[in-house]
């Protein structure tokens, strides 16, 4: 029987923890608008314990674990936990410092725009941004030995790159576009500020953290 290559790349990202939205998979998002396709997914997912969700804000899909009893299901949950907790801090250190840079009233959303020229103009005529990115790229997520905001700016952005946060377009590979692994993260933050001291073990308890 032929697959549908649509269906089988679909699937594949979603079980290896991508986060499909239009800005980071655009033809896969366009293949799971429709109802029939997002059934026929989930149908299958369910096969290993999966299931097709989206995050709050509705604009990406991802794969959850259906039931968290299974001993994998819960170790993998409780893996990417840690990850997730362990960047978290530089993850919104990033944001706040986006935010005062733009002087925008609210976190970066899919689908903004990210200048990596107009960033670092603003940074490098401000002493204060200039500390802040320094004390951002100490965190492991954006380490590095660059000591010039130039160097330490573009650390940041590939590695938010490779972390599927942005995605370069355009030729200059100086202009990113924010995807919707940021709602996802909004959603993961949201369940740690609502269960403040949340144990591991109790990841299980909300379909919230269902993230791999």
Not at 85 to 103: D, I, S
């Amino acid at each position: 029987m032929q697959t549908n290559p649509l269906f089988e790349r679909t699937v594949s990202a979603l079980l290896a923890g991508e986060i499909i939205c239009e800005y980071s998979h655009d033809e896969l998002y366009n293949y799971l608008l429709t109802q029939p396709v997002q059934q026929k997914v989930s149908d299958f997912l369910q096969q290993m314990n999966r299931t097709l969700r989206q995050t709050s804000s509705h604009d990406a899909w991802l794969c959850s674990y259906q039931d968290l009893s299974r001993p994998d299901a819960k170790d993998a949950v409780r893996q990417q936990f840690r990850e997730v907790a362990n960047h978290l801090e530089a993850l919104v250190q990033f944001l706040r410092l986006v935010m005062m840079v733009e002087a925008a009233q609210r976190p970066i959303s899919a689908g903004e725009h990210l200048r990596e020229g107009k960033l670092l103009e603003r940074i490098s005529t401000a002493p204060s941004l200039e500390a802040k990115l320094r004390s951002l790229c100490e965190k492991d997520l954006f380490r590095t030995k660059r000591s010039d905001s130039a160097g330490q700016l573009r650390v940041v952005l590939e590695n938010l790159t490779k972390a599927g946060y942005l995605k370069p377009i355009g030729t200059s590979g100086s202009v990113f576009l924010a995807t919707a692994k940021w709602s996802w993260l909004y959603d993961v933050m949201t369940f740690i500020q609502t269960h403040e001291g949340i144990r591991e073990d109790s990841t299980e308890d909300d379909p919230q953290l269902r993230i791999v």
